[in-house]
Structure formats: C-alpha cells, structure tokens
C-alpha cells in the first residue's frame, strides 16, 4: 500500500476498525474511506454495490460484523447468521467486481471446533463441532474465509483472512448484554467499587482459559500482514499466551480496585473450555505483540472511565 492509496476500513467506528484507522493515520496513510451505518447498510448489496462502483478502493480491511458475547451469541443467533453473512458477501463479491487490489477479512477464534487440540492451529479449520452458543456467528465466519479463498481459487483475487483472538481496548463495547468478557468484568468490578460492595458474580467456574490481544496490537499486525502475507491459508493473530478466567478476574479486580469478593455463579455457562491460538506462522513471519496483559488492561480500564464520563 502506498500512502496516498485509497484503502477503505468496513466497521471504522467499531473497537477493530478505528484501531485500524487510528495505526494507519498515525503512519501517513491520507486517503481513508469510512462510512457509517447510517451512511451505508453494509447489509444492503444494492446500496454497497453503489458504494464500490463510485468510490472504487484499491485496499479493503473488511472489520465490520455484528459481535457480542455468550449471552447476545445464544439470543439472536438468526440476526448474527443473516447480518454478517450479509454483510460479507456484499463486500467481499462488490471488491472482486471493482477489482480491489487487496482484500482483509478479520473472522474470530470462535470457527474452531469446540474440542480442538490447544493451541489452535489454522489447519484445525472444520475439524469438528463448534461451541453451541456461538455457532451462528463461527459458521458465518467460516462462510467468509473460505469466501476468500474461492475468490482467490476462481478469479485470482488477492483476498486474505485474518483470525484474531479475543480483543479488547479503545472503543469496546462494555454493555452488559451484549459484550465480551474483559469489558464486562471492567464494568462489573468498577460499578461494583463504585457502589461500595462486599461481593460481585461473575457466570461458570472462572476455570475456562482465555488469550487476549489489545486492539492496537491487531491493527499493527494487520497492517504489517497486508504488505507481508498473500497466500490462501487463514493466519491466527494473538499472543500464543492465555489466562484462567478466574484469574483475569482477579487482574481485573485489581486494577480498577474493587475489594470485595468475587462469587462465582456455576449454573451459568462457561463458553469452550480454552482457545489459545497457535501463532507460529505469525511469529514466523516476523510479528510479535507488543502489549502485556496487565499494561493493556490499565489501557482499557482508563478508556472505559474516559467514557463513563462522556456519558456513553
């Protein structure tokens, strides 16, 4: 990518895309296209088919998706099937007709199966069954990688996908319902300081294991993929190191400085029991993270205050 070159970044507004956008500002990059739901349905092929054939971008970082944790996964799970497999294909066959140079379609750890040996290899793709609670949001994922390749396979597209780990930073979602576990326990533990209590529930056993990467981390290891990497197998991007829940939870508790005690509510589901990518071919490659958990923590913890206080 040139600096001047037109690169468009589906879902800019969102926690991945506005970390892309903020990496790519920050290094010169001046000729950004963003929209706004508001602006562009991206679930709507007539108004993105428009959208391609005027603008025509020669780079796509395609990071738009309807997300959400256990709860929102297992409650709409229609809407996170029919939304981001529309949202896909409409990008996705709008870049191959306006002939994008380069494609990056950013999917989740949540499209491998269930069961799968740890850490998560990118061959283990399709290997078995998926977490249940999540499912429709993983097949539509999946739907997008193998999108990507066949695009690649009949057209000679430059399409690669990407697969992150659990993220968090600037810009997350901290809603209750509908957000990941990092962010909920922000918001948990901070309202629970907040309101001077002797004890806090978080769901399961606290005894799944979870990887976690900083948003800011992934936006540099996108950009650095996008001029190094142009072959058809998906790459894992994370941290190849993981963490008990219970102990995120303790992380957590202590950084925002609740002192009270944590009640763990076993009736409550625990998601898969671990998903620590394999980063081999990543670190292979030449990218590392540069983020330690405690310090990025810090980060977001400060970004959810920031946010509390402008009332969002």
């Known amino acids: 990518m040139e600096k001047e070159s037109k690169i468009y970044v589906a879902g800019h507004r969102g926690m991945v895309g506005s970390a892309i956008v903020r990496k790519l ?3 010169g990059y001046t000729n950004l296209l963003t929209r706004t739901s508001a602006e562009l ?3 709507n092929q007539q108004q993105v088919a428009d959208f391609f054939d005027v603008e025509k971008p020669e780079f796509v970082f395609l990071a738009a998706a309807k997300v959400g944790g256990i709860v929102a996964n297992n409650t709409y799970r229609a809407d996170f099937l029919y939304e981001n497999l529309a949202i896909q294909n409409n990008i996705i066959h709008g870049s191959y007709l306006n002939k994008v140079k380069k494609l990056m379609f950013l999917g989740s750890s949540c499209i ?3 069961l799968a040996p740890q850490p998560l290899k990118e061959s283990y793709l399709l290997s078995g069954y ?3 609670t999540n499912e429709p949001y993983a097949i539509a994922k999946i739907a997008g990688i193998k999108m990507c390749e066949a695009y690649r396979a009949q057209y000679g597209c430059n399409f690669i996908s990407v697969m992150p ?9 901290y809603d209750l319902v509908n957000s990941h576990v990092l962010p909920a326990m922000i918001r948990k533990f901070h309202e629970a300081k907040d309101k001077g209590a002797s004890e806090m529930t978080l769901w399961g056993t606290g005894s799944p294991m979870r990887e976690f990467l900083h948003a800011d981390d992934l936006a540099e290891a996108c950009l650095f993929l ?3 990497y142009n072959e058809s197998e998906l790459v894992n991007i994370g941290t190849g190191e993981d963490v008990t829940i219970k102990n995120l939870a303790a992380l957590v508790k202590q950084i925002v400085g609740f002192k009270g005690e944590i009640i763990w509510d076993t ?11 394999d980063v081999s071919k990543l670190h292979g490659l030449g990218w590392h993270h540069k983020i330690a958990l405690e310090d990025g923590i810090k980060l977001a913890y400060q970004d959810f205050l920031k946010l509390t206080e402008a009332g969002i």
Do not use: I
């Open 25 to 27: 500002t920050s290094l």
């Open 41 to 43: 349905d991206l679930r």
């Open 112 to 114: 491998y199966p269930k």
């Open 130 to 132: 998926l977490e249940q």
């Open 165 to 173: 780990t659990n993220l968090y930073g600037t810009n997350d979602n």
């Open 226 to 228: 996008m001029e190094n």
């Open 267 to 277: 009736s409550k589901p625990d998601g898969t029991p671990r998903k620590l990518m």
